[in-house]
C-alpha cells in the first residue's frame, strides 16, 4: 500500500523539482490608471499604481508585501487576479499566462486563486446568509448544491473554527472576528492553490488579530496553500511571511528573506521602516530614522530614485538614474544604488 | 460570543417601525381593503348592489333633466348607498365596485411592467456604466420628456374601441412610460453596491455578470424596489383615470372611475353626487396608496432614527 503510493507520486514529485516553476512568476508588470478629464475624457495623465513590479511566489509559501498607503500594493494583488486589468506586464499562474486568458479561461483559473478582503462588514453581502455566502463559489462553479453543498459549507465552518448552527445566520449577526473567517472560508471553499489576503487583520481589534493570524497559519500548514499577504503591518508580515517585499511609489525597493530583511535590511526605505517598529525594551532601543516630507504623487513621481526625496544618504546619482535591482545574496534583491558594483565611487 | 449579538434583521425593524407609524398603517389597511373589494366586487354588488345594467328609472326625474330627485343626495338610500347615476338611473355603488377593478388592475399591471423594465435598465446602467449607462440614462431622460398624454391618446384613439387590446394597451403605455422613475432610483442604489467587497469577492470567484447583477445586487435593492413600487401604484392610478377622463380609457359598458368623472362634469351643477363619488374613489385610494407608501419608505430607511 505505502510502496504503492510512493510509486504514484513520487514521479510527479521529481518533475516538480526539476522544472523548478514557481507557483506564480510575474514580471514588469504595470499598471497606470488613466486620468480623464473633460467632456471627450480625454487622458491628460496617469496614476501609476504599479510599475515594472517583478517576484516569483513559490507553492507552499508566503510572500509578504509591504508598503506605506498608496504605494500600490492592493492594485498589485487586484491586478494579479485580474480584478483589475493590467496596462502592460506578464503573469504566470502554474504556468498558464494570466493575462492571455480569456473570460472562460479566467473563470477556470480562478478556483485555484482566492482572496480574502481587509473589511470584513463590506467584503459579506448582507442580504445572504453564511450558507449561501460560503457555499457561493461551489455554485458558481457548479461543484456542489443542495445537501452536499450544506454539507461540504458545514466542514469549511469547522475548518475556520465556526460551529454549524451558524449556517443561516446573516453577516450582521457576526463580529468582525467571526465575519474574517467566514471569508476565509469562503477562499477556501473551491480548494485554492494561492490566497490573496488583503490587509486581513488592519480592519480588526487587536486582540482578535492574533486569532486571526494564527487560523492563517494553521490552515496555510492543513491546506499546503500559498499566501501572498498584503499588509502595512510590519509585526503582521514579520509573523506569517517566508519572504517579503517591500513596495514604495509603485516599485519594489527590496525583497529577501523574511528573517535577512528584518534582521538586515539594506535598502534606506526599509531601514526607516524597520527603526519605526517600537521596541518592547525600551533601552534596547536603536534609533529611529525620522524620514521627512510625505510620499511624492504617483501621477509625477520623482525622477531618478523615488525614494530620493526622502532618503536620508542621497547622492547625486540617485536624482538622475532609477536604481536597478541588485542580488545581495542569494534571494535577497535590493533597488538602491549604495549596492550598484559598478558604482562603489559616487561620480561628483 | 455570538448569542451575546441578538441582532435583529432589516425586516424586523421595518416592521416595528411600520406597526408604529398610524397614518402608514391606516394607508395600508385602507389599500388592502381596496383590492379586496376589487377582487370580491361581484359578490358584495349581489349583497350592497344592483346588476350592472339595470335601469331604475323611477330613481330619476324626467322632469328635471334625468337626474335624481333633489334632495335625496344623488338618490342615497339604504337600497342604493351611493346613489344613482343620472338619466340611467343605474346604481352607483355598482358603477364604483366595478371601476375600482379596472383601475387597480390597469395600475398593478402597468406597475409591474416599470418595475421590472426598470430594475432591469437601472441595475444594468448602474453597474456596467461607461457607454451603456450613457445610452439608457438618455433613454430615460427622452421618456421623462416625451409628451405621454398627447401618445396615449393618439395611439390609443386608432385602435380598435375592444376592451382586450386597450387594457393591455393602456398597461403597456402607462408601465411602458413610467419605468424611468424607478430605473433612476435603481441605477442610483447599483453605483454604490458595485464598489461593495462583497461584488469584487463574487468575481474573484468567478461569477459571471449575470450572476453579480441578480444574485448578488438584486437582494440588496429589495428595500428600493418596494417602497417606489408602491408610490408608483397611486400615480398609475390617476394617469388610468386621466386617460379615461379624456375617453381614451377602457370602452363603455366596462366601468371606470375617469369616465364617471368626465360624464359627471355635464350634471355637476345639478347632482354634484355623481362627481364627489368617483372623485373620493381615486382621491382616497391615491392618498392610501401614497401613505403607505411613505411610511415604508420611512421604515426602510437605516438612516432614519425612529
Request: net charge positive; aromatic share 8%.
Amino acid at each position: 500500500m505505502d510502496e504503492l503510493e510512493h510509486q504514484v507520486t513520487a514521479p510527479n514529485h521529481t518533475a516538480r523539482l526539476d522544472q523548478r516553476t514557481p507557483l506564480l512568476v510575474v514580471r514588469d508588470l504595470v499598471k497606470h490608471f488613466p486620468i480623464r478629464t473633460g467632456f471627450l475624457r480625454k487622458a491628460v495623465g496617469a496614476v501609476r499604481a504599479v510599475d515594472r513590479v517583478s517576484f516569483d511566489l513559490e507553492s507552499d509559501e508566503t510572500l509578504g508585501l509591504v508598503g506605506e498607503s498608496g504605494c500600490g500594493k492592493t492594485t498589485l494583488g487586484r491586478t494579479i487576479l485580474r480584478l483589475v486589468e493590467p496596462t502592460s506586464g506578464r503573469a504566470f499562474f502554474k504556468g498558464k499566462d494570466l493575462f492571455a486568458a480569456s473570460g472562460e479561461e479566467m473563470r477556470k483559473l480562478r478556483r485555484h486563486m482566492q482572496m480574502v478582503f481587509q473589511d470584513p462588514y463590506a467584503s459579506l453581502n448582507p442580504r445572504m446568509t453564511v450558507e449561501q455566502i460560503v457555499g457561493m463559489p461551489l455554485s458558481i462553479h457548479g461543484i456542489a448544491r443542495g445537501r452536499q453543498r450544506q454539507e461540504r459549507v458545514c466542514e469549511l465552518l469547522g475548518q475556520v473554527g465556526l460551529a454549524p448552527r451558524f449556517l443561516s445566520r446573516y453577516p450582521h449577526e457576526f463580529s468582525g472576528g467571526q465575519r474574517q473567517r467566514i471569508g476565509l472560508a469562503r477562499a477556501l471553499a473551491l480548494n485554492p492553490d494561492l490566497i490573496l489576503c488583503d490587509e486581513p487583520v488592519s480592519a480588526l481589534d487587536v486582540s482578535v488579530q492574533a486569532q486571526v493570524l494564527n487560523l492563517l497559519q494553521d490552515i496555510k500548514k492543513a491546506f499546503r496553500l500559498s499566501y501572498l499577504l498584503i499588509s502595512h503591518d510590519l509585526a503582521v508580515v514579520r509573523h506569517l511571511a517566508d519572504r517579503t517585499a517591500v513596495m514604495y511609489l509603485g516599485k519594489i525597493a527590496e525583497i529577501a528573506r523574511s528573517e535577512d530583511l528584518f534582521t538586515h535590511p539594506a535598502h534606506p526605505y526599509t531601514q526607516a521602516l524597520l527603526s519605526a517598529i517600537p521596541s518592547a525594551s525600551p533601552g534596547q532601543r536603536g534609533q529611529q530614522i525620522l524620514l521627512s516630507g510625505d510620499v511624492p504623487t504617483p501621477i509625477s513621481p520623482p525622477p531618478g530614485c523615488r525614494f530620493h526625496p526622502r532618503c536620508p544618504v542621497a547622492f547625486d546619482r540617485c536624482r538622475l538614474e532609477e536604481p536597478i535591482e541588485v542580488e545581495l545574496e542569494p534571494a535577497h534583491r535590493v533597488a538602491c544604488h549604495l549596492y550598484d558594483p559598478h558604482a562603489a565611487v559616487p561620480s561628483g | 460570543m455570538a448569542q451575546a449579538i441578538e441582532g435583529r434583521s432589516l425586516k424586523q425593524i421595518a416592521w416595528s417601525r411600520l406597526r408604529r407609524d398610524r397614518v402608514a398603517l391606516a394607508g395600508g389597511i385602507t389599500a388592502i381593503l381596496l383590492i379586496l373589494v376589487a377582487v370580491f366586487a361581484p359578490l358584495l354588488n349581489r349583497v350592497f348592489g344592483h346588476p350592472q345594467n339595470e335601469f331604475h328609472q323611477d330613481l330619476i326625474n324626467p322632469n328635471l333633466g334625468g337626474i335624481p330627485e333633489p334632495g335625496t343626495w344623488g338618490g342615497v338610500s339604504a337600497d342604493f348607498l351611493l346613489g344613482v347615476q343620472p338619466v340611467t338611473g343605474r346604481d352607483l355603488f355598482t358603477q364604483i365596485i366595478y371601476g375600482s377593478r379596472v383601475s387597480l388592475l390597469v395600475a398593478f399591471l402597468a406597475t409591474l411592467v416599470a418595475v421590472v423594465i426598470g430594475v432591469v435598465m437601472g441595475i444594468v446602467a448602474g453597474y456596467f456604466g461607461g457607454w451603456v449607462d450613457a445610452v439608457i440614462s438618455r433613454l430615460m431622460d427622452l421618456i421623462l420628456a416625451f409628451p405621454l398624454v398627447l401618445f396615449g391618446i393618439a395611439l390609443i384613439s386608432v385602435l380598435p374601441p375592444r376592451n382586450s387590446v386597450r387594457i393591455w394597451l393602456l398597461i403597456a403605455i402607462i408601465g411602458g412610460f413610467s419605468w424611468p422613475y424607478i430605473g433612476r432610483i435603481i441605477r442610483g442604489q447599483t453605483m454604490s453596491l458595485r464598489e461593495r467587497e462583497f461584488v469584487e469577492a463574487a468575481r474573484g470567484s468567478g461569477a459571471s455578470s449575470r450572476w453579480i447583477l441578480f444574485r448578488e445586487l438584486l437582494p440588496n435593492l429589495a428595500a428600493p424596489i418596494l417602497v417606489y413600487s408602491t408610490l408608483i401604484i397611486p400615480t398609475n392610478i390617476l394617469f388610468e383615470a386621466a386617460l379615461s377622463f379624456l375617453g381614451v380609457g377602457v370602452a363603455p359598458p366596462t366601468p371606470s372611475w375617469g369616465r364617471l368623472l368626465s360624464d359627471a362634469v355635464n350634471y355637476y351643477e345639478f347632482d354634484p353626487m355623481y362627481m364627489a363619488v368617483p372623485g373620493c374613489a381615486i382621491f382616497i385610494t391615491v392618498l392610501a396608496f401614497n401613505l403607505f407608501g411613505d411610511g415604508l419608505r420611512d421604515a426602510l430607511d437605516p438612516k432614519a432614527s425612529r
